[in-house]
């Protein structure tokens, strides 16, 4: 059935680094993805959606500098973080419709620690 | 603006007893409304969805949920409780303009003592 994978699914980098999580989906192609972030027991924070063969939209307040997208192809989405600091440690988990059932199926998510 | 509420960060049930989470929404227009969980170290479960059609949505696992216009809520219940519901319960909207992007509640952990 329709799955969506995440990789890596914890990554631990150093200040000032870059971190690339990928995003597929597998079974099926997925024109939109979306990328969350969720603090500790707090909810999924929308932070971009990402569109295959254009610019990634960035919700307000995320600096599209900072969280790079790259909707490479109809399988597969990249969020690269940039100059990671501490404050960019988090749960990453994004989604993708899977439009035959109506339905977003989300990643199992990426858990990055800066140190 | 779409957005949700959910009155109780955390709901504590022994397993064997209903199960209730609490859910309102605000919403300019029909609003398509949503229960995920999410268990630890897995990727968040789509538990049933609310898209206008019979305002008593069945879901998976047992689970159900009714809109309610007039309360602007979409509680989720269960009859009885199992242990291997314990987890995170997100109510979520969809957004007007694009239904597939999703604004979510705050989220309720459920625990179920045996």
């Known amino acids: 059935g329709a799955v969506v994978s995440q990789h890596p699914s914890w990554v631990i980098c150093k200040s000032g680094t870059s971190v690339k999580i990928e995003c597929r989906s597998l079974?099926?192609?997925?024109?939109?993805m979306f990328w969350y972030r969720q603090f500790p027991k707090q909810s999924l924070m929308l932070m971009a959606t990402?569109?295959?063969?254009?610019?990634?939209?960035?919700e307000q307040g995320v600096e599209k500098d900072k969280f790079l997208i790259n909707h490479a192809s109809l399988t597969l989405s990249t969020l690269t973080v940039t100059s990671a600091h501490p404050e960019d440690s988090s749960f990453y988990i994004c989604?993708?419709?899977?439009?035959?059932?109506?339905?977003?199926?989300f990643g199992p998510g990426t858990r990055l620690t800066v140190t | 603006a779409q957005s949700v509420t959910q009155l109780d960060s955390h709901v504590s049930v022994s397993e064997g007893t209903p199960v209730l989470l609490r859910c309102n929404y605000s919403?300019?227009?029909?609003?398509?409304l949503f229960w995920y969980v999410q268990h630890p170290n897995k990727g968040l479960q789509l538990l049933l969805k609310?898209?206008?059609?019979?305002?008593l949505v069945k879901g998976i696992n047992g689970f159900e949920a009714e809109f309610k216009k007039s309360e602007t809520s979409f509680h989720l219940t269960k009859p009885s409780a199992h242990m291997s519901d314990a987890a995170e319960y997100f109510c979520?909207?969809?957004?007007?303009?694009?239904?597939?992007?999703?604004?979510f509640g705050t989220g309720t952990r459920l625990q179920v003592f045996p």
């Open positions: 989604s993708a419709p899977y439009l035959v059932r109506d339905e977003q199926y």
């Open positions: 079974d099926f192609q997925a024109t939109t």
């Open positions: 990402s569109n295959e063969g254009s610019k990634a939209t960035y």
């Open positions: 919403s300019s227009y029909s609003p398509s």
């Open positions: 609310y898209t206008s059609a019979a305002t």
């Open positions: 979520v909207v969809s957004d007007v303009g694009n239904t597939d992007k999703l604004i």
